[in-house]
């Protein structure tokens, strides 16, 4: 979620796109795909705050696409619950906890293992987030966030001296 306080737009039901309500600020929301060891590979065209993060996946260009390869390559992808809906052998995600029901032992280890590796993960976010004050706090529209965030990655890569991905969009 990328914060930006100068857009607001009802939708269909007349709740506002941009407000979300997890985060309680009004924000973009930006699927980030990363390596093993954090480092951002890609980045998704920005959504309204208000869309769940497997709306915003299944809607992202090549999103989807890039995760049947990793299945087809036989490498797992982790995930948080934000895309649970979106099924398939590569993504492995914590179980839910449903309400009134205690998760067994087993289900607790593994929650913990695989929101572990997770946190990996979310430095990709926190590298792009953290090296540009920009998107920190972003006060124009959000299809500039789309601008700044892409810009962004490319930056990130050639400053580390990292080759850029051959589709640096998601």
């Not at 990793?70 to 993504?91: H, K, S, W």
């Not at 998760?103 to 976010?125: F, M, P, S």
Request: net charge positive; with cysteine; aromatic share 4%.
């Amino acid at each position: 979620m990328v914060r930006t306080d100068r857009v607001a737009r009802p939708g269909p039901t007349g709740a506002d796109l941009w407000w979300s309500g997890k985060h309680r600020h009004h924000g973009g929301n930006i699927q980030v795909l990363s390596d093993p060891d954090g480092w951002p590979l890609r980045v998704s065209d920005v959504r309204p705050g208000r869309e769940h993060d497997v709306t915003c996946a299944r809607i992202a260009p090549g999103l989807v696409a890039a995760l049947e390869q990793a299945a087809a390559e036989d490498m797992v992808t982790l995930t948080d619950l934000g895309y649970e809906g979106l099924a398939g052998p590569a993504l492995r995600m914590p179980v839910k906890k449903l309400k009134g029901v205690a998760l067994t032992e087993a289900r607790q280890q593994y929650n913990l293992l695989i929101r572990g590796a997770h946190a990996v993960a979310e430095r990709a976010n926190s590298l792009l987030k953290t090296t540009f004050k920009a998107l920190r706090r972003v006060t124009v529209c959000p299809w500039r966030t789309d601008a700044i965030t892409k810009a962004a990655l490319v930056l990130l890569h050639l400053e580390h001296g990292r080759p850029l991905p051959a589709h640096h969009t998601a």
